[in-house]
């Protein structure tokens, strides 16, 4: 099963991730690692009930096989029954901020709630975040080119995750403490990814990353080493993972801005068409500026958008994004 996640992050022109977002505000965080996660929630804009779950050691969500799946956006797109614990569940995860105890690390994430939600129908998921430097506000707004609130507020689950540090990538550490550090993130997704799985519905065929920058960089280490993420929408990224570690094949739709076409960009656009299995070549897609390579897979195709300006999000971002999650959970 693919599964896809959203992640977003920032690069700066020599094709690596450092970046500040000064239009978010957040807190931060430190690392740790254990396999007992306790999760608690506060909504700071909505009212939210405070939770506490405590996940067993398995790092695979279980799914539940009585469970039917009602409603456009919950169904699956295999027509199989895929919904998680959660479609049962008698006290749902609550829209707004929640913290998770990683070890004896808090973390910070964000729940953003279709406006329709019930858990008679098994909802996309899709995990969404923030560039280096930056935090959730980054993804958690309404208005602008990075309104992803709005564009999903009827179909999909959003999770705005928070970086330790608020960075993905430290660039300003020793590169020897990088590979720690992704592992230590992964961590914090599974966990997430867990906790979420026990007390909402999910869909877990269509499963997604998407991310500007350093998020959209570690969207491509999501896509690459988890099998919940069914494909990645990113802008602006470079590579973080070892190849030869990318065991997973990730469907994904890939912007880079002309004012930023550096070669660490240019390789990871080109590593994700040649891991899908796709020809050098390709035919327009949509919207302009966008293009669709050939002969590959039916489960994983990869798209190529351009954009005229340098290390943003593009205005087609959020919504050629939207499209092609659809493609999956539309079907």
């Not at 456009?72 to 901020?97: F, I, N, R, W």
Request: aromatic share 10%.
């Amino acid at each position: 099963m693919l599964g896809c996640l959203l992640i977003v992050g920032c690069g700066d022109s020599a094709g690596t991730d450092a970046e500040t977002d000064a239009s978010s505000s957040g807190g931060s965080s430190s690392s740790a690692s254990s396999a007992t996660i306790t999760a608690t929630g506060s909504a700071p804009t909505t009212d939210a009930d405070s939770s506490s779950t405590t996940l067993p050691s398995d790092d695979s969500p279980t799914t539940d096989p009585g469970t039917e799946s009602s409603g456009e956006a919950g169904s699956s797109s295999t027509g199989e029954d895929v919904g998680t614990p959660g479609c049962t569940a008698k006290d749902p995860l609550a829209d707004g901020e929640h913290t998770i105890m990683v070890g004896e690390l808090e973390r910070r994430y964000v729940v953003r709630l279709p406006q329709n939600y019930s858990s008679d129908g098994q909802w996309p998921l899709i995990f969404a975040l923030h560039g280096n430097g930056g935090n959730p506000g980054y993804w958690d707004a309404t208005g602008g080119d990075r309104d992803i609130r709005t564009a999903f507020a009827d179909e999909a689950i959003l999770i705005i995750p928070e970086a330790v540090d608020n960075q993905w990538r430290n660039y300003d550490a020793d590169p020897a403490t990088w590979p720690a550090g992704m592992e230590r993130e992964l961590e914090f997704f599974d966990a997430v990814y867990e906790t979420v799985g026990q007390q909402l519905c999910i869909d877990t065929d269509n499963v997604f990353s998407m991310g500007f920058s350093g998020g959209g960089s570690f969207s491509g280490v999501l896509g690459c080493r988890r099998d919940y993420i069914r494909a990645i929408a990113v802008g602006g990224s470079v590579i973080y993972f070892e190849e030869e570690d990318c065991t997973e094949q990730p469907a994904a739709w890939i912007t880079i801005g002309e004012g930023e076409l550096v070669d660490g960009r240019i390789a990871f656009r080109d590593f994700f068409v040649q891991h899908a299995g796709c020809a050098d070549t390709s035919m327009p897609g949509s919207p302009e500026g966008c293009v669709d390579y050939d002969t590959c897979a039916a489960e994983t195709p990869v798209t190529y958008c351009t954009h005229p300006a340098g290390h943003v999000w593009p205005t087609i971002g959020t919504d050629a994004t939207r499209e092609f999650f659809r493609s999956f959970y539309a079907q």
